[in-house]
């Protein structure tokens, strides 16, 4: 099997415009910051609490769902390495639409399990009916979609979870710079899990913490076979403080969703396309579709995006949106590679 390839980590200092990992520009709450300095040796000398009670208790309170409905994991990546070990082996199929996030399809190899992909049509709705025919034993939609950035219809979404005898798990790691989300479906239906990560819209990548919303039958399941401590004491602590200081991550997700509207703006002066998008990242089409040429010419000028050597994604690049300093470098540095 080929392993999951992330994006490029540059060496902290680094000189470079990072734009290829959809890391928020921002930096993360004062609060949080606040915590983590102040933490406590004593905390650390013990083990953490195993299910992150107090981060529940802080998330529960923002999400208005009782803390035994959350599962915490170290980051979503976790949570969905855990979901495709419960349920993936051979015979038991896992199912995306696609072009989606890569990881699902390396979970699903891991365990031997078949993996099925369904295409989306050029406009990215859901192909409702596709997935349903092709019975998982569990699907996975990112909502908002990576890499194409754009929105998942929740009425969509509650019909797949009707339909579905398997789990469906709606992958919400830019749920902060999107207008819906689908937590109501985690009540509806029993077989929904929806996953949320502190990693985007609270800007706390490096700090390795995702979360699960479903009932608690289904998320004893999962606990079953997780690592007794999968979280880190710290980010518990961290983390409480940055999910109850909604303030901070509400302004800078309505800053970055300013700057992607402008940034859209620009990409179709220069003559790309541009899709729409409810994350912190615009999938775009050069002009004549040189995609990998501009990624190279932009790597050695000291911008990262991303570009996928895939079907359907070889002439696009993703880019995410960084602060409007480094918007405005990026439009100027492409004018001049144009
Ligand atoms: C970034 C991302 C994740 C990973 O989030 P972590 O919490 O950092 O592991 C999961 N799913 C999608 C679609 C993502 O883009």
Redesign the pocket.
Known sequence: MSGYVPGEQPPLGTKIIKLNS?ENPYPPSPKALKVLQEIDGEMLRRYPDPTGKLFRIAASKVLGVPDDWIAVGN???DLLNLIVRAVGEAGKPVVCPVPT?VLYRTLAEIQEAEFVEVPYPDDYKLPVDLLIAARGAVTFV?SPN?PSGTAISVADLDKLAKELSGLLVI?E??VDFAENNALELTKKYNNVIVLR?L??GYSL?GLRL?FAIANPALLAELNKIKDSYNVDALAYAVGAAAIADRDHKTANAEKIKASRAKLAISFRELGFDVLPSQTNFLLVRPPNGDAERIYQTLKVRGILIRYFNQPRLEDKLRISVGTEEQNQILVKTLKEIL
């Open positions: 959809n980051g979503s990546d996030y990112a990576s992958d790691a830019y990560t990693s985007k990548a995702g």
